[in-house]
């Protein structure tokens, strides 16, 4: 970024700009943090498990699926299904780990389901 405290324009020569490409990330509709429990969870579909993870990603998995809502759980896991909640509500500062595929969005966290409706115009 460049700023100049004068109300004039800046000429700039022979300049080279380096900088990383801004990639535009969906927004899903976020319904809320929920426990999960491993005798009576609440997504039956496990998508996916990988070091990748996003929530564009799962979101994908689930729409593949046909399914109404998506689950990241833990940083790196994928859930799709019909219903959720059936645990109880959880405080959203539990879903607050970090995707495995981008540090920059949350994905769930231990036993705790973040959970989006499926949003089937993003590819």
């Known amino acids: 970024m460049i700023r100049s405290r004068k109300r004039t324009y800046l000429t ?6 380096f ?3 801004f990639k535009r990330r969906p927004k899903f509709e976020y319904l809320g943090c929920f426990y999960d429990s491993e005798e009576y969870p609440d997504f039956f579909i496990k998508a996916a498990s990988n070091s990748k993870m996003t929530q564009r990603k799962c979101n994908r998995f689930c729409k593949s699926r046909g399914t109404t809502y998506f ?6 896991r994928c859930f799709c299904g019909e219903n959720y909640g059936n645990n109880g509500e959880a405080e959203d500062g539990d879903c607050n780990v970090p995707c495995s595929g981008d540090s920059g969005i949350k994905c ?3 036993m705790r389901n973040a959970v989006f409706e ?5 590819s």
Request: glycine share 18%.
């Open 12 to 17: 700039l020569c022979e300049v080279q700009v």
């Open 19 to 21: 900088g990383k490409y």
């Open 71 to 76: 689950a990241v759980q833990s940083g790196n």
């Open 108 to 110: 769930g966290g231990k």
């Open 118 to 122: 499926v949003d089937k115009n993003v």
